[in-house]
Nanobody, 116 residues
Framework: QVQLVESGGGLVQPGGSLRLSCAASKSIFSINGMGWYRQAPGKQRELVARITRDGSTNYADSVKGRFTISGDNAKNTVYLQMNSLKPEDTAVYYC??????????WGQGTQVTVSS
């Protein structure tokens, strides 16, 4: 099975930055297909950023220009660099891996709170 271990969440002031990490088990061979979702209180889960299986990246309109997804294939790890954070970015952030069969695996989630 694929296991995803997240870290890096926490409390940050508006305008600040956080870097989330997600380490996948050795059962995957590429970070392509991994991404980040988030779920805010009272909201549905939404895509934040994804590395597609062909290596391109997708971002939610709300985070374009502020967030960057990247990865390290040697470590089976993806990162989400979050800059210029806003209170509306407050959510539980989930790491996701979609395999070649389009089956989704999920991390446990990490809380990001943006508040003064």
């Amino acid at each position: 099975q694929v296991q995803l271990v997240e870290s890096g969440g926490g409390l940050v002031q508006p305008g600040g930055s956080l870097r989330l990490s997600c380490a996948a088990s050795k059962s995957i061979f590429s970070i392509n297909g991994m991404g980040w979702y988030r779920q805010a209180p009272g909201k549905q889960r939404e895509l934040v950023a994804r590395i597609t299986r062909d290596g391109s990246t997708n971002y939610a309109d709300s985070v374009k220009g502020r967030f960057t997804i990247s990865g390290d294939n040697a470590k089976n790890t993806v990162y989400l660099q979050m800059n210029s954070l806003k209170p509306e970015d407050t959510a539980v952030y989930y790491c996701n891996y979609r395999n070649s069969k389009r089956y989704d695996y999920w991390g446990q989630g990490t809380q990001v709170t943006v508040s003064s």
